[in-house]
C-alpha cells in the first residue's frame, strides 16, 4: 500500500486505485486502513461520475419503473395523469407530461420532478 494518496487522472489511476480498494475492502471505519479505503472509494466516485456520466432516466421509463416497484397498473394512473384515454397518450408518448400531471405524479409516486421535466425520448428526437 502506498503512503500517499493522488488524484484518478485517467484509466491506469482508476484501475490501481480499484485493486488498492480490492485489498482494503472490509477494513474497520476509523482505522488507517479504514480511512484510506474511504478517500479511495471518494477518488473512485469522483473519477466514474466525471468520466461515465449517466443520463437521466425518460420520464416514460421513470414511470414505468415505478409502476412495477408499486405493483401499479394504468389504471391506476387515472387520478394522477387524467382519464384512461390521457394516460394511454402519455405512457405512448403522444401527449406531453403537463404541470400539474407532474407535480402529482412527483408527489404521489415520489418520482423527482427533474426527471418528470425531461422531454420523453420521441420528444427529444422530433
Partial sequence: MTSEVKPIRNAADHAAALDEIENLWGAKAG?????????LATLIDAYETLTYPMDPPD????IQFRMEQLGLTRKD???????????????TR??????????????????????????????AAA
Fill in 31 to 39: 482505522t488507517p486502513k479504514g480511512d484510506r479505503l474511504d478517500v
Fill in 59 to 62: 420520464p416514460i421509463e421513470a
Fill in 77 to 91: 394512473l387515472e387520478p394522477l395523469i387524467g382519464t384512461r384515454a390521457r394516460v394511454a397518450e402519455v405512457m
Fill in 94 to 123: 403522444k401527449r406531453n407530461l403537463s404541470i400539474d400531471m407532474i407535480r402529482r405524479l412527483h408527489d404521489q409516486l415520489g418520482i423527482s420532478a427533474d426527471v418528470l421535466i425531461r422531454p420523453t425520448r420521441a420528444s
